[in-house]
């Protein structure tokens, strides 16, 4: 008997050092699909991602570049998604993190494969010439992952102070699980940092080459994204979408104007919430398991967290949760390789 899953596509900061080769690795007997993104990349004077995945060494300024980093991203998932046993595994829905919104437009049918290197390249490419501010990574949950209200309430309290400040610009960017990613200019990122209490000498995190995005401090991008991107490149797609608002996309009853409108305008410009889309897609479709997409596995602190935020399948802390993946496994990453062989198909 089948098992229902909702698929999870990753965002930027997914392919890393470790990362190097996947699709080498995994993703050897997808060669047409390959090429037809190396042929728009080349198209586009950029480097190939069969190239890119085939170096000797991770080059952070190489690899981590939007052009680059998107386009590598893309292919692994969706090669990935292409690898999930459909005997074994019925897709109720798909959703993803930030960046990975585009993929779950392409992964559940609301973007031929053309279309979905060109929202995903033009998207990543849009910094090439200047970082417009930056994001900031900051926990809101206790250690054993429990939802703690005093950190968000403080860190929103620091948020408006810093607001205040002359020059200053900061938003709540990505609702993270456990984390909040702040989008902000230069002078409020350097205003939070210096005020932030340092945590587990990680944070208060700044991620390299990220901009502002999911803030107004986008907008020029988004006006650009929909003066080069046309919404006939969109169309219904063939799995429910759950974006980052917590709102479904049917297939039957879609308007492909406005998720044309949604994808290069709100999704841009305004907060993306993976914790909502995270609480819809197990409150709303009760999949047996929810399947993440490669490369990494770095989603699954934020999935876990926001499942115990809802005390989902009765996990109440970060141990119970871990014990849940080691025994039977409710969020299978195919980053990883112990629980990747659950989801493909053998043989």
Known sequence: MKQTAVVICPGRGSYNREELGYLARYHADKSAFLAGIDRY???CGQVAITELDGLSRYSPSRHG????????????????FTDIDR???EIVAV??????WYLALAAAGALDQQAAIALVNTMGSMMRDGLIGGQLVYPVVYENWRPDSAAKANLAAQMERVNRLPGCQAYLSIDLGGLWVIGANTAAIDALK???PPIDDRYPMLLAKHAAFHTP???SVAQKARELLSPDLFGRPGLPLIDGRGHIWPPLATDTLALYE???GHQVVAPFDFSAAVEVAIKEFAPDRLILLGPGSSLGAPVGQALIRHRWLGLEDKPGFKRRQADDPFLLAMGQEDQRSRVVRQG
Request: net charge negative; glycine share 8%.
């Open 95 to 100: 959703t993803g993190n930030s960046m990975g």
């Open 65 to 80: 570049a939007g052009e680059n980093a998107s386009a590598l991203i893309y292919a692994c998932a969706l090669a990935d």
């Open 194 to 196: 210096s005020s932030l």
């Open 41 to 43: 990349r080349r198209l």
């Open 87 to 89: 005997e074994h595994y």
């Open 217 to 219: 401090l986008l907008q």
């Open 262 to 264: 949604y994808t290069l």
